[in-house]
């Protein structure tokens, strides 16, 4: 009796009819095979319905090997039941190969069946089972049937352990090789060429070198594989002049190479760069007609990729074969990555119009090329190929497809599919955190992050960076110091990318001390790590530690870039370093060859503009090679304002509103000129113009965080819990600054009303606000921090330098273009801002 498909037990009778259901087309005899095969094989067609002994095991094997031959296990199971019905007369040599026939069809539950039934069995039987486990990923399975085979005392042959080797390789268990190893010793098959191959690419895997060049030494007979496998070990584990080494070899005892010795050999020659004897290979190559192999077609591509030669990428993959998926998935790939979006596509077009079916890895790179060309249409076209192809649960393509809707603007449609991806890891959670800080969302970036912590995904130095990005946006200082430590606890303290986020977060948090013991501490620094360093300097108006970390950076090797010259440039704009400033903008171009953009002509106009050279500055707006943008023009109205240059602040604000009609800022630096020259009228007017297109100006605010909590204030407000302590303290400031020699400067309020409504005004500015609420919620004698999103005017900078020096408190003020760092009585803008 035999179990097939149902699991009941049929008679031999039945599994005709089974056959005849698989297989319409079989003989009309219960045995089901080609009658055909049956002649090839004997020529005396007829016998094949006769009882057994007209048939021996031998035809039966024949006719089986046939079947192995032809691929056709469906005749193998008719031949089957005719075996079954004439007595089962077959013995182990044609149960083996009948074993073989169903493993090699991938019918394994009736492999199993015809295993287990068997009423002898020898090691070709195990191992054609454990082969027929791997093939179906069935590891374990696989596993538990060389234990056995040990265990009932069967031969452990070459054949066994190469089987099983292979086995540990692909359930990523090869450091189990090692006590296969002892026990290949202890049988004297150490020497054998397919043992010792197998162990090779077995502790290749692991990475144990050492010993796979051991067993490669023990090896009498060296084969060509033989010499690959040790070639691909070397190249695979970064041993690249070892694996160049080792090819030069096999070369001198007359071993060719073939195209999987190719392969690694370029892989080493990449390694080192060793590209001058990459081109020699080639030759070899060539001479030996494995140019249009896939495996040496792609790693010639990867080739020269890595050296840059364009013209032999295009011809490589113009002359190897393309019906194969791998070649244009890596050019897609590498054209994505190389910042050529546009040819990504168009790739990918082409391969659409060769009719090879795309992959995942395809869909991944082009959805990467749509996401930096910004391009939605281009996207939710690539969606639809997608869900066509049932690739959408894919974690590599879902992944790039959030990626692509976030970069678009659409980072609900991330979320969602987010939401819906039944596969999630590091990068699903560390691409929506990304895309939320890029859209301006901290807050919400930042409760990702919380939530993914709580699903146990571990974090990466991409998370770390992002949500400190984030912690940075929000100068929220409690929640980076937090992120900070748990860096140190998972390790990534030390990591270049996660330092230079730090940097920038305590920067930006006001803690610039912070910032630069970070720097220091740091083993390894970039471009980004010293660029970073400058703008932290820069922004707390520290103009010359900024340039001394420049100067730093020039004596270390460290080659200057274009932004790196814009934090050079806005240092000296925001200390008022005209010569220094206008020396490194000239140097940009005749030392470095940078041209100036439009970041680095805006640090200039502003510093010329600043420092009172308004016709400077327009005369450098006026020279600029291209089109003036709203950013250069907002420097010089800013610098106006500053000077009440009333007809070139108009000037300015006309050229903004050309560019944008509704910039309400614009609109209201301009009435603040008018205010400042008592041109009410105008004054008047431009407010009316604001109302009839629906603009309003932008409320000052000032916020502080205390307790884990955000706590808001705007001019004059009222709303807060603490309001009658906050004003109280502000009036007894407002006694002790006067006897400590404050007078009020009125020209802060640009309202036309009485001289003491002014005075009263300027004590409710949202910073005092804040202010005030910090003396009498936070621990004496810590640090104030205190953001504003507008620039702090005159008069609360003079009251914040009395107050820092009357209460003996640092404190710290971020307005909307630097920080001011107030310690007993001086500021660190020193005045100029």
Same mark, same amino acid.
């Given at each position: 009796?035999?179990?097939?498909?149902?699991?009941?037990?049929?008679?031999?009778?039945?599994?005709?009819?089974?056959?005849?259901?698989?297989?319409?087309?079989?003989?009309?005899?219960?045995?089901?095979?080609?009658?055909?095969?049956?002649?090839?094989?004997?020529?005396?067609?007829?016998?094949?319905?006769?009882?057994?002994?007209?048939?021996?095991?031998?035809?039966?094997?024949?006719?089986?090997?046939?079947?192995?031959?032809?691929?056709?296990?469906?005749?193998?199971?008719?031949?089957?039941?005719?075996?079954?019905?004439?007595?089962?007369?077959?013995?182990?040599?044609?149960?083996?190969?009948?074993?073989?026939?169903?493993?090699?069809?991938?019918?394994?539950?009736?492999?199993?069946?015809?295993?287990?039934?068997?009423?002898?069995?020898?090691?070709?039987?195990?191992?054609?089972?454990?082969?027929?486990?791997?093939?179906?990923?069935?590891?374990?399975?696989?596993?538990?049937?060389?234990?056995?085979?040990?265990?009932?005392?069967?031969?452990?042959?070459?054949?066994?352990?190469?089987?099983?080797?292979?086995?540990?390789?692909?359930?990523?268990?090869?450091?189990?090789?090692?006590?296969?190893?002892?026990?290949?010793?202890?049988?004297?098959?150490?020497?054998?060429?397919?043992?010792?191959?197998?162990?090779?690419?077995?502790?290749?895997?692991?990475?144990?070198?050492?010993?796979?060049?051991?067993?490669?030494?023990?090896?009498?007979?060296?084969?060509?594989?033989?010499?690959?496998?040790?070639?691909?070990?070397?190249?695979?584990?970064?041993?690249?002049?070892?694996?160049?080494?080792?090819?030069?070899?096999?070369?001198?005892?007359?071993?060719?190479?073939?195209?999987?010795?190719?392969?690694?050999?370029?892989?080493?020659?990449?390694?080192?760069?060793?590209?001058?004897?990459?081109?020699?290979?080639?030759?070899?190559?060539?001479?030996?007609?494995?140019?249009?192999?896939?495996?040496?077609?792609?790693?010639?591509?990867?080739?020269?990729?890595?050296?840059?030669?364009?013209?032999?990428?295009?011809?490589?993959?113009?002359?190897?074969?393309?019906?194969?998926?791998?070649?244009?998935?890596?050019?897609?790939?590498?054209?994505?990555?190389?910042?050529?979006?546009?040819?990504?596509?168009?790739?990918?077009?082409?391969?659409?119009?060769?009719?090879?079916?795309?992959?995942?890895?395809?869909?991944?790179?082009?959805?990467?090329?749509?996401?930096?060309?910004?391009?939605?249409?281009?996207?939710?076209?690539?969606?639809?190929?997608?869900?066509?192809?049932?690739?959408?649960?894919?974690?590599?393509?879902?992944?790039?497809?959030?990626?692509?809707?976030?970069?678009?603007?659409?980072?609900?449609?991330?979320?969602?599919?987010?939401?819906?991806?039944?596969?999630?890891?590091?990068?699903?959670?560390?691409?929506?955190?990304?895309?939320?800080?890029?859209?301006?969302?901290?807050?919400?970036?930042?409760?990702?992050?919380?939530?993914?912590?709580?699903?146990?995904?571990?974090?990466?130095?991409?998370?770390?960076?992002?949500?400190?990005?984030?912690?940075?946006?929000?100068?929220?200082?409690?929640?980076?110091?937090?992120?900070?430590?748990?860096?140190?606890?998972?390790?990534?303290?030390?990591?270049?990318?996660?330092?230079?986020?730090?940097?920038?977060?305590? @920067?930006?948090?006001?803690?610039?001390?912070?910032?630069?013991?970070?720097?220091?501490?740091?083993?390894?620094?970039?471009?980004?790590?010293?660029?970073?360093?400058?703008?932290?300097?820069?922004?707390?108006?520290?103009?010359?530690?900024?340039?001394?970390?420049?100067?730093?950076?020039?004596?270390?090797?460290?080659?200057?870039?274009?932004?790196?010259?814009?934090?050079?440039?806005?240092?000296?704009?925001?200390?008022?370093?005209?010569?220094?400033?206008?020396?490194?903008?000239?140097?940009?171009?005749?030392?470095?060859?940078?041209?100036?953009?439009?970041?680095?002509?805006?640090?200039?106009?502003?510093?010329?503009?600043?420092?009172?050279?308004?016709?400077?500055?327009?005369?450098?707006?006026?020279?600029?090679?291209?089109?003036? @943008?709203?950013?250069?023009?907002?420097?010089?109205?800013?610098?106006?304002?500053?000077?009440?240059?009333?007809?070139?602040?108009?000037?300015?604000?006309?050229?903004?509103?050309?560019?944008?009609?509704?910039?309400?800022?614009?609109?209201?630096?301009?009435?603040?000129?008018?205010?400042?020259?008592?041109?009410?009228?105008?004054?008047?007017?431009?407010?009316?113009?604001?109302?009839?297109?629906?603009?309003?100006?932008?409320?000052?605010?000032?916020?502080?965080?205390?307790?884990?909590?955000?706590?808001?204030?705007?001019?004059?407000?009222?709303?807060?819990?603490?309001?009658?302590?906050?004003?109280?303290?502000?009036?007894?400031?407002?006694?002790?600054?006067?006897?400590?020699?404050?007078?009020?400067?009125?020209?802060?309020?640009?309202?036309?009303?009485?001289?003491?409504?002014?005075?009263?005004?300027?004590?409710?500015?949202?910073?005092?606000?804040?202010?005030?609420?910090?003396?009498?919620?936070?621990?004496?004698?810590?640090?104030?921090?205190?953001?504003?999103?507008?620039?702090?005017?005159?008069?609360?900078?003079?009251?914040?330098?009395?107050?820092?020096?009357?209460?003996?408190?640092?404190?710290?003020?971020?307005?909307?273009?630097?920080?001011?760092?107030?310690?007993?009585?001086?500021?660190?803008?020193?005045?100029?801002?």
């Amino acid at each position: 009796m035999i179990r097939l498909f149902t699991g009941r037990a049929l008679r031999p009778s039945n599994i005709s009819a089974v056959h005849r259901k698989l297989n319409p087309f079989a003989c009309s005899s219960s045995c089901g095979f080609s009658a055909q095969a049956a002649i090839q094989t004997q020529q005396n067609p007829s016998s094949i319905n006769e009882p057994c002994s007209h048939f021996d095991s031998y035809m039966y094997g024949s006719l089986l090997r046939h079947c192995i031959q032809n691929v056709d296990p469906i005749s193998a199971m008719g031949l089957h039941c005719k075996i079954l019905k004439s007595g089962n007369c077959l013995d182990l040599f044609a149960t083996n190969i009948l074993l073989n026939v169903y493993v090699k069809a991938e019918f394994l539950s009736q492999a199993e069946l015809l295993f287990d039934e068997m009423p002898e069995r020898n090691t070709i039987s195990f191992v054609t089972l454990v082969q027929g486990y791997a093939q179906r990923s069935q590891f374990s399975e696989a596993v538990g049937l060389f234990s056995r085979l040990h265990r009932e005392g069967h031969e452990l042959n070459p054949f066994v352990f190469t089987s099983i080797l292979k086995v540990l390789v692909s359930m990523e268990r090869s450091e189990l090789a090692w006590n296969l190893h002892a026990c290949v010793y202890k049988l004297g098959h150490e020497s054998n060429a397919f043992v010792g191959t197998a162990l090779i690419d077995a502790y290749s895997v692991c990475g144990c070198v050492d010993f796979a060049r051991e067993v490669f030494d023990g090896i009498r007979c060296k084969d060509m594989v033989t010499w690959t496998g040790m070639v691909a070990c070397y190249a695979e584990n970064d041993c690249f002049q070892e694996a160049l080494e080792a090819f030069s070899q096999m070369r001198s005892v007359g071993f060719k190479p073939n195209n999987f010795t190719f392969a690694g050999v370029f892989k080493a020659c990449i390694g080192i760069e060793a590209f001058d004897i990459a081109e020699g290979v080639h030759g070899c190559v060539l001479k030996t007609r494995y140019e249009h192999d896939i495996y040496v077609g792609v790693a010639l591509l990867e080739l020269y990729t890595k050296c840059g030669n364009i013209d032999n990428v295009q011809r490589v993959f113009e002359e190897i074969p393309k019906t194969d998926v791998i070649p244009w998935s890596f050019m897609i790939s590498r054209y994505a990555q190389s910042d050529q979006s546009e040819k990504a596509v168009n790739l990918f077009c082409r391969m659409r119009q060769s009719f090879v079916v795309p992959n995942q890895y395809t869909f991944a790179s082009t959805l990467q090329a749509c996401a930096t060309l910004g391009d939605l249409d281009l996207g939710k076209q690539m969606h639809s190929l997608v869900l066509k192809a049932c690739l959408d649960a894919d974690v590599f393509v879902s992944n790039a497809l959030m990626d692509v809707y976030a970069k678009c603007g659409r980072i609900e449609d991330s979320m969602e599919l987010f939401e819906k991806s039944p596969n999630r890891n590091d990068v699903s959670w560390n691409t929506l955190i990304v895309g939320y800080v890029n859209c301006g969302d901290a807050e919400k970036a930042v409760d990702l992050f919380m939530e993914m912590l709580e699903n146990q995904v571990q974090a990466t130095e991409v998370t770390y960076s992002s949500v400190l990005c984030a912690s940075a946006s929000l100068t929220a200082l409690e929640l980076g110091t937090q992120i900070h430590s748990l860096t140190v606890k998972t390790n990534y303290a030390e990591n270049t990318v996660v330092h230079n986020a730090l940097i920038d977060m305590y @920067s930006k948090c006001g803690r610039i001390r912070d910032a630069h013991l970070v720097f220091d501490m740091m083993n390894e620094r970039d471009e980004v790590s010293w660029n970073t360093m400058i703008s932290g300097y820069s922004m707390h108006g520290l103009g010359m530690e900024a340039l001394k970390i420049f100067q730093m950076m020039k004596d270390r090797g460290y080659k200057p870039n274009t932004l790196t010259f814009v934090g050079v440039l806005s240092a000296c704009s925001n200390s008022g370093l005209l010569d220094q400033g206008q020396a490194y903008f000239s140097s940009m171009l005749q030392e470095y060859g940078i041209e100036p953009c439009i970041e680095h002509y805006s640090c200039m106009v502003w510093l010329l503009g600043r420092s009172g050279h308004l016709d400077k500055a327009l005369k450098l707006i006026e020279e600029i090679p291209f089109k003036p @943008s709203v950013m250069v023009w907002r420097a010089l109205l800013g610098a106006c304002v500053i000077h009440n240059n009333v007809e070139l602040g108009r000037i300015s604000a006309e050229r903004i509103l050309e560019m944008e009609p509704q910039d309400d800022a614009t609109h209201v630096l301009l009435s603040n000129i008018y205010a400042t020259a008592r041109k009410w009228d105008n004054v008047t007017a431009i407010r009316q113009s604001m109302r009839k297109k629906g603009m309003k100006k932008e409320p000052g605010l000032s916020w502080i965080e205390n307790q884990g909590r955000v706590h808001y204030f705007s001019v004059g407000d009222t709303s807060h819990p603490d309001t009658k302590v906050i004003n109280g303290i502000l009036e007894w400031l407002n006694v002790r600054t006067r006897r400590s020699g404050y007078v009020p400067n009125c020209n802060a309020v640009l309202l036309d009303v009485e001289h003491k409504e002014k005075e009263r005004l300027l004590w409710v500015h949202s910073e005092r606000l804040a202010l005030a609420f910090a003396l009498f919620r936070t621990t004496p004698g810590s640090q104030i921090r205190i953001i504003k999103n507008l620039r702090i005017c005159v008069d609360c900078h003079a009251a914040m330098k009395l107050i820092s020096k009357i209460m003996q408190r640092d404190i710290i003020i971020r307005d909307m273009n630097r920080f001011h760092d107030f310690h007993d009585g001086i500021c660190s803008c020193g005045d100029y801002w």
